[in-house]
């Protein structure tokens, strides 16, 4: 569930900063040259960084099955500033020939990484990224759960421009913190899940995030949507964020479309609308019943004779496999989640996994694809 349960896991060490006047935001998007908001990973955009004071970064690995499930592992470093770090991992598995749907959310203490901190070790939890950083290896070896999981990225990785919103500032010396990005839109996943003893062999489609909060987690945003859609001619993703208050409440949205396995365009044209809304009576939200998703935006410039053809993208996804509905606070130990209640309202997470069609429009030529579209709905900060 990438990073919003992490951050809200690590939130409250000093709830300051928070001011009558909005502070300034410069977007991903800003961050990008001449249109082209693609940008290459380089070498070391998948270290682990593990930024001093108030921050919290992860990796997280969603597969989407042959079989119509879905699974992540999330690994998780938090780090509040004023307690030692907190390292857990996260996964779900959902398994619905089988009637499996399982969440489990461990802590760890150790935490080792290796010279080129692309690879880590922890208690349970071990990721190896290989030297050519196109296959990263996953295990967890739990009591409770056993992964072993290859992954193997699809064509390209990326973020977009510099692949960090900056909050507060314009550039990490003078910005108050930083939210970062790194994707690998489409991956193939091969492995097993041994989940309550029982085997699961897992193969599907994948997509991996790396990401870090470089600020106090609880001032960043209000709410989340995160969108996997996999099928088997594309990949489509978008990942957007609401700024706190603080920042303006500005929408910050980037996503994917992966075509024949070839990575074609990278947008922040993106809409999230929420559609035909009803009150949840267990957490006064109101949840939609369908979410349209558009994305808009330009093929990747491969090279300076190249004309980009405009790409069009849109889901309209009526959401009714409800897959779980996390109060974030029922995960939290005891101390944390007091502190919390004082200033966030409500921490949910909602997850849907539903058959969803993709009509996508690149140039003059249209195709509808069906496929999986796992979505996340996060509240989060009602800052």
Known sequence: MSSWFSQLSSTVSNVTGLGTTVDSVKTVAETAKDGQYFGALTKNDLDWTLASGSSTENQVFYVTTRTGGFAFVQLIHSNIGIWNP??????RFYEPSTKTNVFKNINMTN????????????????????????????QITHPDLVVSLDFTRVDRGFKVGEGRTYLGGGDQ???????????????VAKGTFIVDKQLHDVEG??????????MQPQLIASNWNFVDFQ??????SMMQFQTTKQYGAVNINQGS??????????????????LDLEKDPDTDYDIPRRIKLTWKGKTIKENDADEPKDVYVEMIVPVKNLIDKIDVLAEIPWFLKKLVQTFVVKPYIYQWLDKATATITIGDETEQV??????ELVFVSGF
């Not at 290796?114 to 196109?134: A, G, H, M, Y």
């Not at 479309?257 to 929420?274: I, P």
């Not at 069906?370 to 979505?375: D, I, K, M, R, S």
Request: charged content about 25%.
């Open 231 to 236: 099928s088997p001619e594309a990949a489509v």
């Open 111 to 138: 935490f080792e990484l290796s010279s080129d901190r692309r690879s880590v070790k922890t208690d349970f939890f071990n990721i190896k990224l290989d030297d050519e950083q196109k296959m990263y290896k996953v």
């Open 370 to 375: 069906e496929g999986n579209c796992y979505q």
């Open 86 to 91: 907190t390292i857990s991992f996260t996964c």
């Open 257 to 274: 479309l992966v075509f024949r396995e070839k990575l074609v365009c990278v947008s922040v044209d993106n809409q999230v609308e929420l």
């Open 173 to 187: 010396a003078s910005a108050a913190g930083f939210v970062s990005h790194k994707f690998w839109p489409r991956a």
């Open 205 to 214: 489609d994948g997509m991996f995030i790396h990401a870090i909060q470089g």
